[in-house]
């Protein structure tokens, strides 16, 4: 099982980024695909989720701001951000398991990680 991330960096406030997460080595449709973000010191805190069925569920600091899409064809989610503040600035990994609320702890497969900074 292996989920490779890209995208991400630095944006100016009210900018936008999209981050991209190819799963390989696992059939992509039979888990609950996430994003989950985690700064220094803090706990992971859950993004968006997606589940098998397509229900999608967002943080409230990032609902009307941030999308979660999956290609199922070439197994690869991605997280479109845009409008992003300064505090949005963190580490973000994808994660595939089950999907409960936004609970990480469902989720036993994770991505490497990618930087988002937003500049004020």
């Known amino acids: 099982v292996q989920l490779v991330q890209s995208g991400g960096g630095l944006v100016q406030a009210g900018g936008s980024l999209r981050l991209s997460c190819a799963a390989s080595g696992f059939t992509f449709r039979d888990y609950c695909m996430g994003w989950f973000r985690q700064a220094p010191g803090k706990e992971r805190e859950g993004v968006a989720s997606?589940?098998?069925?397509?229900?999608?569920t967002y943080a409230d600091s990032v609902k009307g701001r941030f999308t979660i899409s999956q290609n199922n064809a070439k197994n690869i989610l991605y997280l479109q951000m845009n409008n992003l503040k300064p505090e949005d600035t963190n580490m973000y990994s994808c994660a595939a398991g089950r999907c409960s609320g936004l609970d990480f702890r469902y989720f036993g497969y994770w991505g490497q990680g990618t930087q988002v900074t937003v500049s004020s």
């Open positions: 997606i589940d098998k069925d397509g229900t999608t």
